[in-house]
Structure formats: C-alpha cells, structure tokens
Antibody, heavy 119, light 109 residues
C-alpha cells in the first residue's frame, strides 16, 4: 500500500536550517509529482511547495519563496524540503503528499513531522 | 495568495445533512474546476474526499458530495455519522500555486 513517512523534524533554534525528508513506497515515485504542506498549531493547512515528477518544475507559496527549497531523489524514492533561516512562525507539522496526476489534488499524505523553532 | 474562506465550525445530528461552503475568488475557485476537499482527523494524515469539484476517490462514501457556483464551492455530507466528526479543508489550484481554506470543524451532535 502507499506509504509516505516524514522525518527530520525536531526542535531547532531560530535562524538555523533544517532538511525534512519524506520516504515513499507503494507507488512509482519517479512518475508522480509531490507537495509539501504544513499546519501550524491551532491553524489550518498551508500549501508550501510542489515539484514535478522529474524535478524540473518547482512552485512555492509566496510566504516561503526564497527560504524553502523542495527537491527529490528518484533513485532513493525520497522527497526533501530544505528550510533556511528558521523563524518561530515556521513551527508546524510538515506533511508530504503525493500529487493526483492531472487532477491538481493530493491523494495520499504522510502523518507529518513536527518542527519546533525555539531558542 | 489569500486563504479560501470557510466557516470555522458546522454541526448536525446523526442522519442529517450539513453543507460547508468555501469562498474564493476568480483567481482560484471561480477560475478553475480544481477544487478539492480533505478530511482531517487530528493526529492522522489528511484524506482526500473530493477532487475536481465533484469527483470522489475510490472508497469514499457517496454521502460526501461537492459542488461549485461562481467563486464558492461546497461540500455536503449527507446521512451524518459519528465518524464524520473531523476538520474539513477545501483547496483550489490557482495558477502554479495551491491555496487552502482555513478549515471547518464538523461536530456530530
């Protein structure tokens, strides 16, 4: 079955960097686009970034453009999110999600990784 | 991009129907038939229940239905069941970006 497992979360000091990973199985990773979405405490879902199946096309939310970077390694079935210059407002659960091809939706999600930005 | 507008809460008794609206603009909901709805039980992975405004993924009960008129999309849950109590989020594609609504907490009374 389809599985997405996020890792790399934890407590990080403001200004530091962090790389989240998402390990996938149960589908042909290299044929599917992917997303990152987050949920801050007490808040709703916020879309962050999209990457095409081969990695050549990347889109970002205006709120994170220039500070977040999405990437993928199809040989390792892995998706990544690099977060630089972390701010307290980046504290959230970060989800990776599989794109439902041509339908502009996310059909499978991981359980999320908690990132806490605090000194 | 601004978040889509959803009511923070909705409720209904078992067996009743409830409709959750999601209002956007011509740049998102009104401009594309790419509205999705997600069910999210806290602590679990969000689940896609509606895509392309009206389509249901395999395995999603037909008690869940979607519609759209102008800049407002809606999710209707018919025959409410206790397990439907969750947070519901709408989302729309918007020209190389995606935008979510603020979420609606559905309570089954």
């Amino acid at each position: 079955q389809v599985q997405l497992v996020e890792s790399g979360g934890g407590v990080v000091q403001p200004g530091k960097s962090l790389r989240l990973s998402c390990a996938v199985s149960g589908f042909t990773f290299g044929s599917n686009a992917m997303h990152w979405v987050r949920q801050a405490p007490g808040r709703g879902l916020e879309w962050l970034a999209f990457i095409s199946y081969e990695g050549s096309v990347k889109y970002y939310a205006d709120s994170v453009k220039g500070r977040f970077a999405i990437s993928r390694d199809n040989s390792r079935n892995a998706l990544y999110l690099q977060i630089n210059s972390l701010r307290p407002e980046d504290t959230a659960v970060y989800y990776c999600a599989k794109d439902l091809a041509t339908h502009y939706s996310c059909d499978y999600w991981g359980h999320g990784a908690l990132v806490t930005v605090s000194s | 991009q601004s978040a889509l507008t959803q009511p923070p809460s909705a409720s209904g008794s078992p067996g009743q129907s409830v409709t959750i609206p999601c209002t956007g603009t011509r740049s998102d909901v009104g401009g594309y038939n790419f509205v999705s709805w997600y069910q999210h039980h806290p602590g679990k992975a969000p689940k896609l229940i509606i895509y392309e405004v009206t389509k249901r993924p395999s395995g999603v009960p037909d008690r869940f239905s979607g519609s759209k008129s102008g800049n407002t999309a809606s999710l209707t849950v018919s025959g409410l069941q206790a397990e439907d109590e969750a947070d519901y989020y709408c989302s729309s594609y918007a020209d190389s970006k995606w935008v979510f609504g603020g979420g609606t907490k559905l309570t089954v009374l």
